[in-house]
């Protein structure tokens, strides 16, 4: 495996609420070289507020750095209205990635703090075939647009939204071609939603050209699902932790990824362990170098 470890940053963005504020982060060339100095190379694709494309690919060159792909986020359900407005969103995102020389993307489901499922996170609340289908169409109708611009979107389960499941997961999947959508495992997600992880990644393993590898304490999931806690208490009780710190077993779950796999191994730590954001990515860059 010739895997490039990459990190999202979002441990800089973690807020005291259990949610993300990416305000939080140091300015854009800080934290890329905060970044590269604890020992990554690459780092997930968003261009900073105030900045145009040959601006940040300019900081990036300046700082050291290579991109990784980025992250669409669905703002709908396929049937809320606003169809029309998340697909011309996602050809304008695809578009810009496709400038950065990218040519695949995350995408996952919006949620919000009052959302039903992150009020009773890693469950499947709530679950409705029908809206599955629903978000399936629109799946295709964004993956079309974003095909169209030479960037291909792969599916993202995340607990808290309403593709969250195994089962959801799958059906998406099975639903639409490879050439038109791949697959962006979340090591930590999927196992929150009682996910085989390792199973996911074997059998969808030639959709896969990037991981989110998160690791987390089922523990603490656990705990949350008998206290009915919602998605902030758990995330604050513990739940997300530095690669290697937590309950995952994250070598055995990516091992099922081709020996031929040469994406990216891209880091995200939600709310980091080890307080400081710098020294949680700096044990972050070790551990992942070392395992992989």
Known sequence: MTAKIALNPIQWMASADGWLDPSLAPAPKELLTQIKRAGFDHVMSEVPAGFDVEQYRALLDEVGLALAPGYFPCRSDGRDGNEDTVVAAAAEVARTQARLGLTEIGLGLGMGKEAPRVLNPGQGHDADPSRVEA??????????????????????????????????????????????????????????????????????????????????????????????????????????????????????????????????????????????????????????????
Request: hydrophobic share 45%; aromatic share 8%.
């Open 135 to 292: 978000v399936t169409a629109l799946i295709g109708r964004i993956c079309d647009a974003m095909v169209a611009e030479g960037v291909r979107p792969c599916l993202h389960p995340h607990v808290g939204t309403w593709v969250e499941t195994e089962e959801e997961g799958r059906a998406v999947l099975d639903a639409l071609p490879e050439s038109k959508l791949g697959f962006l495992p979340d090591t930590g997600h999927l196992a929150w939603a009682g996910a085989d992880v390792a199973g996911l990644v074997k059998d969808y393993a030639d959709r896969i050209p990037f991981v989110h590898v998160k690791d987390c304490r089922l523990s603490v999931a656990a705990e949350g699902l008998e206290k009915g806690w919602d998605y902030r208490q758990t995330v604050l009780a513990g739940l997300w932790v530095e690669p290697g710190r937590g309950e995952l077993d994250l070598t055995g779950i990516i091992g099922n990824l081709p020996d031929a796999f040469d994406g990216w191994l891209m880091v995200e730590v939600d709310r980091p362990d080890i307080a400081d954001p710098y020294e949680s990515a700096q044990a972050s860059a070790r551990w992942m170098h070392g395992a992989f």
